[in-house]
């Protein structure tokens, strides 16, 4: 099973960054996708989730309206469109996959992890 962000950088307050996820290894169809974030000296949380098709989705307060999830289950790939990012944005994102019926924000729901990619949202 593999997991491989990619598309993190160094963006401008106010930018726009996108991110992928490839997945090998499992059925990816079958599983919930999520991506979680990490900054220092913090617990990873939540960001946003999509169930097997793009119809359902969640998304944590602090990114609703800016970030927008979506996957392609031809390609394997689950991506994340940030937009108007702040620098409290910074953090490591991590993609994950889980199986369940539908999407979880709680990280133990998430059998399979990426190595994260490192968002930084500075001037």
């Known amino acids: 099973v593999q997991l491989v962000e990619s598309g993190g950088g160094l963006v401008q307050p106010g930018g726009s960054l996108r991110l992928s996820c490839a997945a090998s290894?499992?059925?990816?169809?079958?599983?919930?996708m999520g991506w979680f974030r990490q900054a220092p000296g913090k617990e990873r949380e939540f960001v946003a989730g999509?169930?097997?098709?793009?119809?359902?989705?969640d998304y944590d307060d602090s990114v609703k309206g800016r970030f927008t999830i979506s996957r392609d289950n031809a390609k394997n790939t689950v991506y994340l469109q940030m937009n108007s990012l702040k620098p409290e944005d910074t953090a490591v994102y991590y993609c994950?996959?889980?199986?369940?019926?539908?999407?979880?924000?709680?990280?133990?729901?998430?059998?399979?992890w990426g190595q994260g990619t490192q968002v930084t949202v500075s001037s």
């Open positions: 994950a996959a889980g199986r369940g019926q539908a999407v979880s924000r709680m990280v133990t729901a998430y059998s399979y």
């Open positions: 999509v169930w097997w098709n793009n119809f359902n989705t």
């Open positions: 290894g499992f059925t990816f169809s079958s599983y919930v």
